[in-house]
Nanobody, 116 residues
Framework: QVQLVESGGGLVQPGGSLRLSCAAS????????MTWYRQAPGKQRDVVAH???????NYADAVKGRFTISRDSAKNTVYLQMNSLKPEDTAVYYC??????????WGQGTQVTVSS
């Protein structure tokens, strides 16, 4: 069974940067959307950034201008470049792939902690 494997989380000081990666362990056909979510303790899981198969992107207002979603289609990998990080960006970050048939794949989550 194909799984999504996330990496790149960690501890960073305010103002720093991290790059998250989410790679499929095998081939996933007909990907419709790739999405990054985050969930802080005691809060709901929210969309951070979203990319459709055609390349269009959308971002949560809280991260616009600081985060960038990108992909390597050949590798079935999506990235999240996070710059100018703030303490309020601290959360577990999850990736999700959605296929045109409605099948979902989720990553296991990676912790991002922004603290001095």
């Amino acid at each position: 069974q194909v799984q999504l494997v996330e990496s790149g989380g960690g501890l960073v000081q305010p103002g720093g940067s991290l790059r998250l990666s989410c790679a499929a362990s095998g081939v996933i056909d007909n990907i419709y959307a790739m999405t990054w979510y985050r969930q802080a303790p005691g809060k709901q899981r929210d969309v951070v950034a979203h990319m459709l198969s055609g390349g269009s992107t959308n971002y949560a207002d809280a991260v616009k201008g600081r985060f960038t979603i990108s992909r390597d289609s050949a590798k079935n990998t999506v990235y999240l470049q996070m710059n100018s990080l703030k303490p309020e960006d601290t959360a577990v970050y999850y990736c999700r792939f959605l296929t045109t048939r409605g099948r979902e794949y989720w990553g296991q989550g990676t912790q991002v902690t922004v603290s001095s």
